[in-house]
T-cell receptor
C-alpha cells in the first residue's frame, strides 16, 4: 500500500536553533498533508496543514514546505524550545475521495540544552 | 486532545481476557476513528465511523476486534481473548467530516496484556 515516511529517525537540535523534520510521501495523488506533534503519553496534536496547491504555509514558529516534484514534505520549527520535544508525524490524504489519513512512522525531536 | 476523553487511561489484563475501551468525543461530529499505536511506531488505522453509514472495519487486525458507536457519539472498542501482541496505545479521534481530514485525538488508552 501507499506509505509516508517509513522510518522513525531521531533528530537532536540545540535549544534555540531551527529544526527541520522531513517526510517523504509516495502517493502522487495525495493533495492534503498534515503535521502532528505527539508528546509522551498524549495523543497526536494537530500542528499545521497544507494543500497541494500551495508550496509553503506558515504558522506560529512553524513552517511547512511541500515539494510535489520530489514528493517531499518538511516541517521547520524556528527557535526550538524544550517544549518542542516530541514525536512528529506527517500524514497525507486525498481530499474528498478518501477519508483516511496515511501516516508516517514519525520523527523524534530531542532538544539539547 | 481537547474534546475527546478515553477510558480507562491504562489497562492491564491477562492474556485471554476480554477488554473494552471507551471513547467519548465531542458531540456533533459525525466522524470517529480508532487507531492503534505500538511503542515507537506510527498510527495504525483500525476502524472508522461516519454518521449512520456502515463503519469501515478494514483496519481491524482480526475478528477478535470489534467496535460500535452508540447514538452517534460514544464508541467502544472491544478486544476479545487478548493476546500479548495486542499491547499498544489505542487512540480515538474525531473529525475528518469536512473537506479536509484534520483529526483531533484523545489521550489514548494504554493496554498491556500480560
Amino acid at each position: 500500500g501507499e506509505s509516508v515516511g517509513l522510518h522513525l529517525p531521531t533528530l537532536s537540535v540545540q535549544e534555540g536553533d531551527n529544526s527541520i523534520i522531513n517526510c517523504a510521501y509516495s502517493n502522487s495523488a495525495s493533495d492534503y498533508f498534515i503535521w502532528y506533534k505527539q508528546e509522551s503519553g498524549k495523543g497526536p496534536q494537530f500542528i499545521i496543514d497544507i494543500r497541494s496547491n500551495m508550496d509553503k504555509r506558515q504558522g506560529q514558529r512553524v513552517t511547512v514546505l511541500l515539494n510535489k516534484t520530489v514528493k517531499h514534505l518538511s516541517l521547520q520549527i524556528a527557535a526550538t524550545q524544550p517544549g518542542d520535544s516530541a514525536v512528529y508525524f506527517c500524514a497525507e490524504n486525498i481530499q474528498d475521495s478518501n477519508y483516511q489519513l496515511i501516516w508516517g512512522a514519525g520523527t523524534k525531536l530531542i532538544i539539547k540544552p | 486532545g481537547a474534546g475527546v476523553s478515553q477510558s480507562p487511561s491504562n489497562k492491564v489484563t491477562e492474556k485471554g481476557k476480554d477488554v473494552e475501551l471507551r471513547c467519548d468525543p465531542i458531540s456533533g461530529h459525525t466522524a470517529l476513528y480508532w487507531y492503534r499505536q505500538s511503542l515507537g511506531q506510527g498510527l495504525e488505522f483500525l476502524i472508522y465511523f461516519q454518521g449512520n453509514s456502515a463503519p469501515d472495519k478494514s483496519g481491524l487486525p482480526s475478528d477478535r476486534f470489534s467496535a460500535e458507536r452508540t447514538g452517534g457519539s460514544v464508541s467502544t472498542l472491544t478486544i476479545q481473548r487478548t493476546q500479548q501482541e495486542d499491547s499498544a496505545v489505542y487512540l480515538c479521534a474525531w473529525g475528518g467530516d469536512g473537506s479536509y481530514n484534520e483529526q483531533f485525538f484523545g489521550p489514548g488508552t494504554r493496554l498491556t496484556v500480560l
